[in-house]
């Protein structure tokens, strides 16, 4: 007796899709390092990209549940997770490649650093958050904690706002003026504004009922 | 010193790559072949003579040493040209190379005037045949916590305003950068307030350290690199070494500069390379020399402390960043 396999849903084709956007950035990256693309500042370039990808990873976490009420798609919001798992792997190996790679694990310099640089120590906030999430994201942690953990969970949107305030602030430039190539923050600020208005009940219910859903 | 001035960016696969220079002057050392520089003469640049000082007439792609004067491995030429910040083409460092290509900078003139009893407009020509060119191999600290070791070629600012006569009034030298928007792309993005504006003190303008560079590693200045000439000032981070310069002035009141007039708080006038002053941004007290994996300790003045250091003998260089 042969096991039928399980039929290929919409909810595994986009559970594939998620993991293999998931780990293209890191597999990507180690092809370009160990084929010498990553430029004259290597360090530099893995900084700039893991934090990028983790960026990115968080707001598209952050957009399954907006998607879900307007659309109805319960297979999208269960991406939150896996999602939001894979922003927690490229932010940690971001502060990897800051804190082994290029400051040698000295914890002098890297806690001056952290002190002395408001645009780290936001980032370091958002780090750690991301982390606590990631390690209390197991149902065993949900089974426990209860409404607690719906409460916990609700922080990845202050980790989120932290995230693209830390890249802002790591703008060489004039925040307050603009002056300054703030381009890609401001999109994801604007994209992170965007979920914010989405979660609003007198901004998402009309939307809904023009889409045919009371 | 007549020679036609000419600055077409080297392509970094046209280079020959510093172990195999060095190699091949090692080889020539050793062999105490003297004549054989005529031999390759054909196909590859002159080459100094062994244990000479540093040869006014190098050309191409070499330096009369390897090391700076602390024994510091000159950065390779490949990371000098490829990695610019040049924020009228890009604000990617290894994005200007390719938009700079189509720079024009022959002819090129700049109008050294102001408090000067000499005003004078000068050519790339009139310079190069003017002013010995000499090989200066410095430091390179960048405010955002990179460097490099740089073989420049050029002659001191000095010279030059020798030449033109600073009037008594005269306290300290405007640079202005070329602002040619339709050669560079990001000329009018209105992300920062071009042209770009630099400005040194008399006294450290008139520093036998401070340079007016026209090349590197024995080649004509690349486009990226500030083509054709800039000025180079070691022991200040590099943003005060303001590239491809078309005027310089001579003034009363310290002059405005670009970083300092678009964040005060993060760039002073001075800017001296000080390990004890922190930037928001970048670390001050450690730096990652490009080509070699971690950080090391930045260097007080970028280690010319000895050399600059009556400069500033009343000075608060904290307050005074």
Not at chain 1, 129 to 148: D, E, M, N, P, V
Request: proline share 7%; net charge neutral.
């Amino acid at each position: 007796m042969e096991a039928k396999p399980a039929p290929l849903t919409f909810s595994k084709v986009l559970r594939i899709i998620v993991h293999i956007g998931g780990l293209a950035p890191v597999v990507y990256l180690v092809w370009d390092y160990y084929s010498g693309n990553l430029g004259l500042n290597p360090i530099e370039a893995v900084i700039r990209r893991t934090g990028r990808a983790a960026i990115i990873l968080l707001l598209l976490s952050l957009t399954c549940t907006p998607i879900h009420t307007l659309f109805n798609a319960p297979p999208v919001r269960k991406l939150r997770k896996p999602l939001g798992l894979y922003a927690a792997l490229y932010a940690g190996l971001h502060f990897a490649a800051f804190a082994l790679w290029d400051y040698g694990l000295d914890f002098n310099l890297i806690w001056r650093e952290t002190v002395e640089k408001p645009f780290i120590l936001v980032g370091m906030a958002a780090l750690l958050i991301l982390f606590i999430l990631t390690i209390t994201s197991h149902r065993y942690w949900r089974r426990k904690l209860g409404r607690g953990w719906v409460i916990l969970h609700r922080s990845v949107y202050l980790a989120a706002i932290l995230a693209v305030a830390h890249h802002l602030l790591a703008i060489k430039g004039d925040l307050l003026s603009l002056q300054g190539n703030y381009t890609l923050p401001m999109i994801a600020g604007a994209f992170l504004i965007v979920l914010f208005l989405l979660r609003l009940p007198f901004i998402y219910k009309p939307l809904r009922q023009s889409m045919g859903r009371g | 010193m007549d020679k036609k001035y000419c600055s077409v960016p080297v392509q970094p696969q046209e280079v020959t790559p510093k172990h195999v220079y060095q190699s091949r002057r090692k080889f020539l050392k050793q062999m105490g072949v003297l004549g054989m520089g005529a031999l390759l003469a054909s196909c590859a640049p002159k080459l100094p003579s062994p244990g000479s000082s540093p040869d006014p007439n190098l050309m191409g792609d070499q330096s009369s040493n390897f090391t700076d004067e602390l024994g510091d491995a000159l950065t390779a030429y490949e990371a000098i040209i490829g990695y610019t910040n040049f924020y009228e083409f890009t604000t990617s460092k290894e994005g200007v190379a390719e938009l700079a290509e189509n720079f024009v900078t022959d002819p090129w003139s700049i109008e050294v005037g102001g408090l000067v009893k000499n005003p004078r407009t000068y050519s790339m020509d009139d310079i190069l045949g003017h002013f010995t060119q000499q090989e200066r191999i410095y430091r390179m600290r960048c405010v955002e916590g990179w460097s490099m070791v740089i073989p420049w070629l050029g002659f001191p600012l000095h010279a030059l305003l020798d030449e033109v006569v600073p009037t008594e009034d005269a306290r300290y030298v405007a640079f202005e950068t070329a602002l040619v928007p339709d050669q560079m792309n990001a000329a009018e993005s209105g992300m920062f307030p071009f042209p770009y504006l630099e400005g040194l003190r008399l006294d450290e303008a008139m520093h036998d350290l401070t340079l007016l560079a026209t090349g590197l590693y024995g080649e004509p200045m690349p486009a990226q690199n500030g083509a054709p000439i800039r000025l180079v000032v070691p022991w200040k981070y590099g943003f005060k070494s303001i590239k491809s310069i078309v005027r310089i002035n001579l003034v009363a009141d310290q002059p405005p500069t670009l970083w300092n007039t678009v964040a005060p708080h993060e760039y002073g006038f001075y800017a001296n390379v000080n390990p004890d002053v922190s930037h928001p941004r970048w670390s001050q007290a450690t730096e990652r020399r490009i080509g070699e994996s971690g950080r090391r300790a930045t260097l007080f003045m970028n280690g010319y402390a000895e050399e600059v250091m009556p400069l500033y003998e009343d000075m608060d260089l904290d307050v005074l960043f």
